[in-house]
């Protein structure tokens, strides 16, 4: 497996079924352990690298469901909202609310989803996550938890 295909499969993940996205998804929770840095930090680095990967992958330009880099980019940047030490079902609802706009696409996720090339294929996880990361913010204060 060349560097391309590992940053964009992460590792073989994205040959996991069913849903090799949710699978990628669970695999970066544990990032939560390290904070809020690390996970932006991790959601950047996942976004850039994914980026390259896609970009030098001629098959991945259609974002096949193996391309799994997007899904760990997003899912990391929607942990970011959470402060170090948060419980467990915040880390969940984070895995939920990014899986569930990840799936519905709405607005901007879904604009960049019918985007082509390599932009469109991580562009559209990274939307995701951010906005999953604004609504697990406004949940956390709205729930008093900060």
Do not use: H, N, Y
């Not at 391309?4 to 990628?24: D, F, K």
């Not at 079902?89 to 090339?117: T, Y």
């Amino acid at each position: 497996m060349g560097p391309a295909l590992a940053v964009a499969s992460l590792c073989g993940i994205g040959r996991l079924r069913p849903a090799p996205g949710t699978w990628a998804s669970v695999a970066v929770l544990p990032a939560a352990l390290l904070g809020p840095w690390w996970c932006l930090g991790l959601g950047v680095s996942f976004a850039l690298l994914g980026f390259w990967a896609v970009s030098r992958l001629p098959e991945a330009r259609e974002d096949p469901g193996w391309v799994v880099a997007d899904e760990a980019s997003g899912q990391c940047l929607a942990l970011a909202a959470l402060p170090a030490g948060a419980s467990f079902w915040w880390v969940l609802a984070g895995f939920a609310l990014f899986r569930l706009l990840d799936i519905l696409k709405p607005g901007p996720v879904g604009w960049a989803d019918r985007m082509e090339g390599s932009l469109g294929v991580m562009l559209d996880d990274v939307l995701a996550g951010l906005m999953a990361a604004g609504l697990l913010g406004l949940g956390w204060l709205a729930a008093g938890a900060a």
